[in-house]
């Protein structure tokens, strides 16, 4: 069973909005989507720019569930996805975290346009969240996590 839980808190003193919001699924591609829709509609709420919120989170976030579930996780429909994110006037921080053992980000990232990564396929998603995101990092807490965060003035 996936529980899909969105927590949202909203603060609105003049002119400064808060959205924190969790979301927990089990690892099964077929729920990037919707999780990828709940925090794009969470930027939009924030005004975030509207590139940001059509290209860069979508793609960086899907990226980073995908990897979640593939790798972190193997697929196993038993071992869940945890997404938190933090959007505020200044920037979004996204959190997601899986129940694997870790990976060294440096280490697996590769530049697919560099000659001699043409023909591969792995590390590109975590290029493309690099060059999507302002910051990208990993760390672990009770399981595997890689935090996205994007600057509203980028």
């Known amino acids: 069973m996936t529980d899909i839980r969105s927590r949202g808190e909203e603060a609105a003193p003049l002119g400064e909005l808060r959205i924190a919001l969790e979301v927990s699924i089990s690892s099964d591609v077929r729920y990037i989507e919707r999780v ?13 720019a509207p590139r940001h919120c059509a290209l860069n989170v979508p793609v960086a976030l899907s990226e980073a569930l995908s990897n979640a579930i593939l790798y972190g996780n193997g697929e196993d429909p038993g071992k869940h996805v945890r997404v938190r994110a933090q959007v505020d006037d200044e920037q979004l921080v996204l959190e997601v975290a899986d129940e694997g053992g870790g990976f060294d980000l440096d280490e697996e990232t590769t530049d697919p346009t560099q000659l001699e990564n043409i023909e591969r396929e792995d590390g590109r998603g975590l290029f493309l969240m690099q060059q999507l995101m302002d910051r990208v990092e990993r760390f672990d807490d009770h399981g595997n996590v890689i935090r996205l965060t994007l600057r509203r003035g980028s």
């Open 36 to 48: 990828v829709e709940i925090v794009r509609s969470q930027c939009m709420a924030v005004l975030f």
